[in-house]
């Protein structure tokens, strides 16, 4: 006598599952087109009325900066190889309308992307 599993799914919210997906590829395009070219050290001195605290560790905006930005870069590499290989494993209709509609440079309107895929509004 074998048993029945009785796999029940979770209903997918398709409003909140389309928000949170445009957000991470709204995110892509960010993260794609900008650099970190904003965090620079500071290159003029800095003094204080109160002495420094005697712990040991040498301490630099230019050290911490060199940080922040590795650790960027590094999270910002893995985002876009991430959301790349997703779409990847996609259907040829399917990328074809996620790479046309975020993944390029220029901002596009739906529109736009269906009437140049060929394809009705609805289907898309």
Known sequence: ??????????EIDREATKAA???E???YRFLLLTTTDDMTPKITPEYSMVPPSPNNSFHSTTEDIAIKRADMEVHRSKFIKRIAMAVNRLGYMERSIIVSRYMKEDDVYDYEVYNQLGMSESKY
């Open 1 to 10: 006598m074998s048993k029945q599993l009785d796999l029940f799914l979770a």
């Open 21 to 23: 997906v445009e957000s």
């Open 25 to 27: 590829l709204n995110k």
